[in-house]
């Protein structure tokens, strides 16, 4: 035998016995894994909202729990949300606005929000917005929908671990549902094609578990979004959100109750004032990453006083206050906040702002009757006087949205809701509805797969989820992210065209509520593409002759804004098909 074919030869016995003693580990593997693994059929990654309401939607079914396994994995400690009992009169600095539909199927469908403490939760009757550079504003009011009950409002305001809480004790009624927590999700592997190729999680504790469904509620750095390799675009917005608890004192006698929105537009980003109880609001500022680490490192009573200002100096002044601040901390003697009082008040006098204006924020008495408020209190929120210690945050604030909500090929069997999907700008407070709207949109898509007799993990059964929820969101977001850009330039044609509209749409009754039901301010889903559009149409017929009227007065940028807002309103009658 020659020296090449005893080469071959030895080469044909190793190949030989490497593949033999492969097939044997991968015999051992699956013997062992056999033994190990636990099958599950829906495995659920991220214990935020999200993903607690899918695990007790699911768990809230009759049909899912008799169908299907469903565990919840969770790196951080649930019993820690689950005993939360903040000491009264203190909230969290982590709050969102939970519209009415939201709050619908909290309470009708998965049956969670009777476990919600709702005396730490506050309804938001109105709502008013306004342009920092004009002070063109528009009014949004629960009385103008139609609602059952107006004093209900149009929102409430609850704390997130105030929800987190409430949808654990509501678990607890749900043992069918398995909760894993304190162990971090180590690994995701897809099994063999010969086993259908699911997804293998592998947690930090040691326990595999095999997923028919793997879901991705797990937040923006999410693990099951880089197993199904789903690429995402977007950016940063090159600002921070400065958040807070603020105390005031209550309203008076001749004054509605705390259950106002405000929300002013400035050139650095918009900064709003959400109820939470009578002497209690929360704060969500965005402004420039400067000027919030600014803010944030100086004297709290410092960072109260320019709350106040910031509701009310002009931007001219607020400007000139910023550049105090920084300057005086790099010069290492930081304003006090004395002296922050005296440079505000100083602006007040050269702004001429009456003494007895509710504008006036330098100088407050605080009394416990004040008598007749000022003329103009319901313009602006009450005085902040000081803010719950340790509450004040910063956060980067950024645009993304994934290229799809479902894992294809080799990350087959894996969908995305809520921050895992998409992040967006919290000037609309839309972030946590976004993502309970998915949940239930994907539940739906469950219950209605278990039903037909289908593979709830499957491509089919999950598409018209991917389907209705995508262009959705995307939508909602680019309208965020475009009136984001909107409100942040002061070149003035701009500035007059955004304010005409403001104050347009302001008279436009119909519209405006329209726009509330879409922003899910009615508690059922048929009213935001029935109701909601048909009062709008009514609005649309009134806006025309006012365009007509802006064509004749100009035929710049009265006509560009006329263009627009015509754009506007053909796009919402085209969505209403």
Request: glycine share 8%; with cysteine; charged share 20%.
């Amino acid at each position: 035998m020659s020296f090449l074919r005893r080469s071959r030869l030895s080469r044909l016995v190793v190949k030989t016995a490497r593949k033999g003693a492969l097939c044997r580990l991968r015999t051992l593997h699956s013997a062992v894994n056999n033994e190990d693994i636990g099958e599950c059929d829906v495995v659920i990654v991220g214990g935020g909202p999200a993903g607690l309401t899918l695990a007790t939607a699911l768990g809230s079914s009759k049909n899912a729990c008799q169908n299907l396994r469903v565990t919840l994995v969770e790196g951080g400690d649930l019993s820690k949300v689950k005993q939360w009992a903040p000491p009264s009169g203190t909230y969290s600095n982590r709050v969102s606005s939970l519209t009415n539909k939201s709050q619908s199927f909290l309470e009708g469908f998965i049956g969670a929000w009777t476990h919600v403490d709702v005396h730490r939760t506050a309804p938001v009757e109105e709502m008013q917005v306004w342009d920092g550079v004009s002070d063109a504003r528009m009014t949004f009011s629960a009385s103008e929908i139609g609602l059952e009950r107006p004093q209900e409002g149009m929102a409430r305001l609850t704390e997130n671990l105030n929800l987190q809480r409430g949808l654990l004790r509501r678990l607890e009624e749900l043992p069918e549902i398995q909760l894993i927590d304190k162990t971090k999700v180590k690994s995701i592997l897809r099994d063999t094609d010969e086993r259908g190729g699911w997804p293998l999680v592998h947690l930090e504790n040691g326990q595999i578990l095999r997923a028919r469904l793997l879901v991705g509620a797990d937040g923006f750095n999410s693990p099951v979004r880089s197993y199904a390799q789903i690429p995402s675009f977007g950016w940063s917005y090159d600002t921070m959100g400065i958040v807070a608890t603020m105390v005031h004192p209550p309203r008076g006698a001749f004054q509605a109750p705390n259950t106002i929105a405000y929300q002013r537009f400035l050139p650095t980003g918009p900064i709003a004032f959400l109820p939470l109880s009578p002497t209690v609001s929360s704060l969500v500022w965005s402004t420039r990453p400067h000027i919030a680490s600014a803010l944030t490192t100086s004297d709290p009573a410092v960072l109260t006083s320019m709350i106040n200002a910031a509701f009310r100096l002009p931007e001219l002044s607020l400007n000139y206050l910023y550049n105090r601040i920084i300057e005086a901390q790099a010069n290492g003697r930081p304003l006090t906040p004395d002296e922050i009082q005296q440079e505000i008040k100083w602006r007040e006098d050269s702004h001429e702002i009456d003494t007895n204006s509710a504008y006036r924020s330098a100088i407050v008495k605080m009394k416990e009757d004040a008598g007749v408020p000022a003329a103009d209190s319901q313009l602006v929120p009450l005085h902040v006087i000081s803010l719950q210690p340790g509450t004040v945050a910063t956060f980067p604030l950024k645009f993304n949205h994934t290229e799809a909500y479902l894992g294809e090929g080799q990350g087959s069997r894996t969908v995305l809701v809520g921050d895992a999907a998409h992040t967006v700008h919290p000037l609309a407070g839309q972030g946590l509805n976004m993502g309970l709207a998915d949940v239930e949109c994907l539940a739906r898509c469950i219950e209605r797969a278990l039903e037909l007799g289908g593979d709830v993990g499957s491509y089919t059964a999950l598409l018209p989820y991917a389907q209705e929820r995508y262009i959705e969101n995307h939508t909602l977001m680019s309208a965020i992210d475009k009136l984001h850009k909107l409100y942040t330039t002061t070149f003035e044609p701009v500035v007059w065209a955004r304010s005409v509209g403001l104050e347009v749409l302001n008279e436009l009754d119909s519209v405006k509520a329209a726009l509330m039901m879409v922003a899910g301010a009615r508690k059922h889903r048929t009213d935001r593409t029935a109701a909601g559009w048909e009062v709008a149409a009514k609005g649309v017929e009134t806006f025309a002759a006012g365009i007509n009227v802006a064509k004749s007065l100009s035929e710049g940028a009265g006509s560009v804004l006329s263009r627009r807002l015509q754009g506007l309103f053909k796009a919402m009658s085209n969505s209403s098909r």
